[in-house]
C-alpha cells in the first residue's frame, strides 16, 4: 500500500484539532516572534474556534514495515520513518557540559549507534564526509530539564544554512560554532547537509505498556508549499540564549492538502527518525524558492489518561558527500571499538607519557642551587606533561577518527600544548646559559640528575621551536609562489 493512499478503515488513524496551526489567510511581514503570534488568536487556530479544522492524522504504521530496511525507504522517500533499534544507553545525559568534559553513554555508545544507522541504512547511497553528534539530548517529561512538551506546530531551525547559523549563534557565546559549520559546508567533497532528530520514548514501554500519552505527529514536507511556511524565531534569552538574539525557526500555516502522520504505540525499542533541516550547494539562493525538506512536527493530544511521556530526541548533523557509484564499495560501517579495554600500544604510549616522573625523581633526589628555581620548572612541566598523557590515555586520541568525536579534550590538550611550549622555553632560558654543568657537574653548582632532568625537556622544546619557524617559512614561500 502506498503512503499516499487513503486508508478510512485503519482503526488508529486520529481525527484532532492539531495545536499551533496558523491561518491560512496571515500574511507574514519577514520574520514572525513566535511569542507574538501565538498570543494572537487571529492568527493561531485555538481549540475554542469553529473553524478551527478538525486533521486526519493517519496511522503511519499501517503504511510501513518496522523494518530497518523498509525505513531507510521511507526516511529517503518521505523525511521520516520508525527505525528498530535496541540501544545500550543506561544514562540519558542531558549535561551538555559534562558530556563535552566528562564523556557519556551518549557520546560513547548513543553517537557510534546512531552513525551505523545513518551510514548504513538511512543514507548508505552516500558518502558521508562527517557526523556530528552532540555530547547530550534532549529529554522531555517529568523530572527531565525539559518538563514541557512542543505542543504546537514547528519546524527548528528554518531553510536556509543563514537559518542555521543564526540558531547556533544565538546559544553559542564563543561564536565558534557556526564558522566551524560554514567551514565544513565549504568542504569541496561536501555537497550538502542534514539535521537528522533520533526521537524515542525512554520510560520502559514495551509491546504490552507502548507509550500512548501525547505521541509526535510528523507532517510530510512534500505535501507542504513554501507559501504555507511562516519564519518565526524565539527569543533566545528566554530559553537560555544570548539576549538579544533571535532564533530561526518555522511555523506553518493550514492547507488541508498537508498530509499529517504518527506512530501510535510506540516502545523503547522503537526511534522515530525525521529530517529537521536539509540543504544543498546547488539548492535556490532566493527563500521563497527553497523546497521544503524538513518535517513540522507536534506532539498531539490522544486524551490518554495514561502517566506522562518520557522521551528523549537527540539531533545530528551530517555533511553530505556524492552519491556512490555502483562498483563502490558497499562495506558496512562499523563503529569504532570503546574506550576500554585499551590496547597494548596505548599502554606503551602512556608508559612513555609518564616518563616524566623520572624528572621529579631526578629533582628531589639531587640538588642544583646555581639554579635556584629549577624545582618550580620540573615539577610544572612534570605535571602538565603527565596530564596530556593521562587524556590522550583515557579519550584514546590516538586512534583513529577519535580527535572529532572528543572535541573539547582536544581542545584541553592543545591548550595544555601551548602550556608546554611555554615551560619549555622557560626551560631554555634556564638550562642553556648554564650547559658546563652537563660535563662538570657539582653539588656546589648542579648536580647531574637536575641539569639532564631540564635539558631533555628544553631541547625538544627547542627542536620544536625550530620546526615550526621553517615550516612557517617554508608555508609562506610556497604560497607566496603560487600568488
Given at each position: 500500500m502506498s503512503m499516499d493512499e487513503e486508508d478510512p478503515s485503519s482503526p488508529k488513524d486520529l481525527h484532532i484539532h492539531i495545536p499551533g496551526l496558523i491561518r491560512p489567510e496571515f500574511i507574514p511581514d519577514n520574520r514572525q516572534i513566535a511569542e507574538k503570534v501565538t498570543s494572537h488568536t487571529q492568527y493561531e487556530y485555538t481549540k475554542e474556534d469553529e473553524d478551527n479544522p478538525t486533521i486526519k492524522v493517519k496511522d503511519a504504521r499501517a503504511y510501513q514495515d518496522i523494518t530497518e530496511e523498509k525505513a531507510a525507504s521511507l526516511f529517503n522517500q518521505k523525511g521520516f520513518c520508525l527505525f528498530p533499534q535496541i540501544t545500550k544507553v543506561k544514562q540519558w545525559n542531558e549535561d551538555y557540559i559534562k558530556g563535552m568534559i566528562c564523556g557519556s553513554d551518549i557520546t560513547s555508545i548513543?553517537?557510534?549507534?546512531?552513525?551505523?544507522?545513518?551510514?548504513?541504512?538511512?543514507?548508505?547511497?552516500?558518502?558521508?564526509?562527517?557526523?556530528?553528534?552532540?555530547?547530550?539530548?534532549?529529554?522531555?517529561?517529568?523530572?527531565?530539564?525539559?518538563?514541557?512538551?512542543?505542543?504546537?506546530?514547528?519546524?527548528?531551525?528554518?531553510?536556509?544554512?543563514?537559518?542555521?547559523?543564526?540558531?547556533?549563534?544565538?546559544?553559542?557565546?564563543?561564536?565558534?560554532?557556526?564558522?566551524?559549520?560554514?567551514?565544513?559546508?565549504?568542504?569541496?567533497?561536501?555537497?550538502?547537509?542534514?539535521?537528522?532528530?533520533f526521537w524515542r520514548p525512554v520510560g520502559g514501554y514495551t509491546r504490552a505498556n507502548p507509550l500512548l500519552n501525547k505521541p509526535l505527529a510528523v507532517c510530510d514536507p512534500k505535501s507542504v508549499k513554501n507559501s504555507d511556511t511562516v519564519h518565526t524565531g524565539l527569543d533566545a534569552h528566554l530559553y537560555g540564549g544570548i539576549k538579544g538574539k533571535t532564533t530561526d525557526q518555522m511555523a506553518l500555516k493550514y492547507n488541508p492538502v498537508q498530509q499529517w502522520f504518527y506512530y501510535p504505540a510506540m516502545n523503547d525499542n522503537e526511534v522515530l527518525v525525521f529530517k529537521q533541516f536539509e540543504i544543498w550547494k546547488d539548492d535556490p539562493k532566493q527563500r521563497e524558492e527553497m523546497p521544503i525538506r524538513g518535517c513540522f512536527h507536534t506532539a498531539i493530544d490522544k486524551s490518554d489518561k495514561t502517566p506522562p511521556r518520557q522521551s528523549t530526541e537527540c539531533r545530528v548533523t551530517v555533511y553530505i558527500g556524492s552519491k556512490k557509484e555502483e562498483d563502490e564499495s558497499t562495506e558496512q560501517w562499523t563503529p569504532p571499538p570503546p574506550l576500554y579495554p585499551k590496547t597494548g600500544e596505548e599502554w606503551c604510549w602512556l608508559m612513555l607519557d609518564l616518563g616524566s616522573i623520572g624528572m621529579i625523581f631526578a629533582a628531589v633526589w639531587s640538588v642544583c642551587p646555581a639554579i635556584p628555581s629549577y624545582l618550580s620548572f620540573i615539577y610544572s612541566f612534570a605535571i602538565v606533561?603527565?596530564?596530556?598523557?593521562?587524556?590522550?590515555?583515557?579519550?584514546?586520541?590516538?586512534?583513529?577518527?577519535?580527535?572529532?568525536?572528543?572535541?573539547?579534550?582536544?581542545?584541553?590538550?592543545?591548550?595544555?600544548?601551548?602550556?608546554?611550549?611555554?615551560?619549555?622555553?622557560?626551560?631554555?632560558?634556564?638550562?642553556?646559559?648554564?650547559?658546563?654543568?652537563?660535563s662538570n657537574p657539582s653539588s656546589d653548582t648542579c648536580e647531574l640528575g637536575p641539569i639532564l632532568a631540564m635539558f631533555i625537556p628544553s631541547i625538544i622544546i627547542a627542536l620544536v621551536i625550530v620546526g615550526l619557524i621553517g615550516f612557517g617559512v617554508y608555508s609562506f614561500i610556497v604560497s607566496k609562489r603560487r600568488r
Open positions: 548513543y553517537a557510534p549507534e546512531l552513525e551505523g544507522i545513518i551510514r548504513n541504512h538511512l543514507l548508505a547511497q552516500y558518502n558521508i564526509i562527517s557526523v556530528d553528534c552532540p555530547p547530550a539530548i534532549l529529554r522531555r517529561g517529568p523530572g527531565s530539564k525539559n518538563s514541557f512538551y512542543g505542543s504546537g506546530v514547528h519546524q527548528d531551525f528554518g531553510i536556509t544554512l543563514q537559518d542555521y547559523k543564526n540558531n547556533i549563534d544565538a546559544y553559542d557565546r564563543s561564536g565558534q560554532g557556526s564558522k566551524a559549520c560554514q567551514k565544513k559546508f565549504d568542504n569541496k567533497e561536501v555537497e550538502g547537509m542534514m539535521v537528522i532528530n606533561s603527565m596530564i596530556v598523557g593521562l587524556i590522550k590515555f583515557h579519550y584514546s586520541l590516538r586512534r583513529e577518527d577519535r580527535l572529532k568525536r572528543h572535541s573539547f579534550a582536544n581542545c584541553i590538550i592543545q591548550m595544555l600544548g601551548l602550556a608546554q611550549l611555554a615551560l619549555g622555553i622557560w626551560g631554555m632560558a634556564l638550562v642553556f646559559p648554564n650547559l658546563e654543568y652537563l
